[in-house]
């Protein structure tokens, strides 16, 4: 006999819209809204049981409380979240300058984090960043942990990913090939004559993915 499948989690149905809210989580949980809340905020009034549904519906829809709830009239945060790797080298400078200088134009402003690359702050920053509900939220790459993508889906903020090229995005896409350009680098050198060739790469899955089309 089989066992009755367990209620899916809310899913976002439009882009930018949708977002898994306290309601979605008390009615998986079996409580009332108010309830869900005291167990988030404080989970030492509510019974181990409830916390523990609570618990458990969170962590199946991916939600978030929202960091801005009762503090702001409007909707509209005018801000725009960005995660990069590093703001060190050069590399990212022009995307975050392009960002900065094109958001301001909007009446928007650039919230920015650096997950870095190796042991990525990714997840940790976008629980922080979707806590504060930016209008939108640009991200550098298309591997993210599972946790991450559930919440990012849950959310409902439109999500840019940049800087690489899948058929499965997010939402909206603007990147490029590292395969490609890794294929175009070794092309370019052997029309110019070159057979003895050695590499200098990153560590990171993007330049190990370059890498490997160069060889």
Same mark, same amino acid.
């Given at each position: 006999?089989s066992?009755?499948?367990?209620a899916?989690?809310?899913?976002?149905?439009?882009?930018?819209?949708?977002?898994?809210?306290?309601?979605?989580?008390?009615?998986?949980a079996?409580v009332?809204?108010i309830?869900?809340s005291?167990?988030?905020?404080?989970?030492?009034?509510?019974?181990?049981?409830?916390?523990?549904? =609570?618990?458990?519906?969170?962590?199946?829809? $991916?939600?978030?409380?929202?960091?801005?709830?009762?503090?702001?009239?409007?909707?509209?945060?005018?801000? =725009?979240?960005?995660? =990069?790797?590093?703001?060190?080298?050069?590399?990212?400078?022009?995307?975050?300058?392009?960002?900065?200088?094109a958001?301001?134009?909007?009446?928007?402003?650039?919230?920015? $984090?650096?997950?870095?690359? =190796?042991?990525?702050?990714?997840?940790?920053?976008?629980?922080a960043?979707?806590?504060?509900?930016?209008?939108?939220?640009?991200?550098? $790459?298309?591997?993210?942990?599972?946790?991450?993508r559930?919440?990012?889906?849950?959310? $409902?903020?439109?999500?840019?990913?940049?800087?690489?090229l899948?058929?499965?995005?997010?939402?909206?896409?603007?990147?490029?090939?590292?395969?490609?350009?890794?294929?175009?680098?070794?092309?370019?050198?052997h029309?110019?004559?070159?057979?003895?060739?050695?590499?200098?790469?990153?560590?990171?899955?993007?330049?190990?993915?370059?890498?490997?089309?160069?060889?």
């Amino acid at each position: 006999m089989s066992q009755p499948s367990a209620a899916p989690a809310p899913r976002r149905t439009r882009r930018g819209s949708g977002a898994v809210t306290l309601h979605d989580v008390a009615k998986l949980a079996g409580v009332a809204p108010i309830t869900a809340s005291r167990a988030l905020s404080s989970p030492k009034q509510v019974s181990p049981e409830v916390l523990k549904r =609570v618990t458990e519906a969170v962590a199946k829809t $991916g939600y978030v409380r929202n960091g801005l709830a009762g503090s702001l009239a409007s909707t509209r945060s005018r801000l =725009v979240a960005a995660v =990069v790797p590093t703001i060190i080298g050069p590399v990212f400078q022009n995307s975050i300058e392009a960002l900065t200088t094109a958001l301001a134009e909007q009446g928007y402003q650039l919230m920015l $984090g650096q997950s870095g690359y =190796v042991n990525s702050r990714e997840d940790a920053l976008l629980e922080a960043i979707i806590g504060r509900r930016p209008d939108g939220i640009v991200l550098t $790459g298309i591997m993210h942990s599972a946790e991450g993508r559930k919440r990012l889906m849950a959310a $409902g903020i439109p999500v840019v990913e940049t800087w690489d090229l899948t058929p499965t995005p997010l939402d909206m896409l603007v990147g490029f090939s590292h395969a490609d350009v890794g294929t175009a680098v070794a092309k370019y050198l052997h029309r110019k004559g070159r057979r003895h060739l050695a590499v200098i790469a990153g560590d990171d899955e993007r330049a190990d993915r370059r890498l490997q089309a160069f060889e």
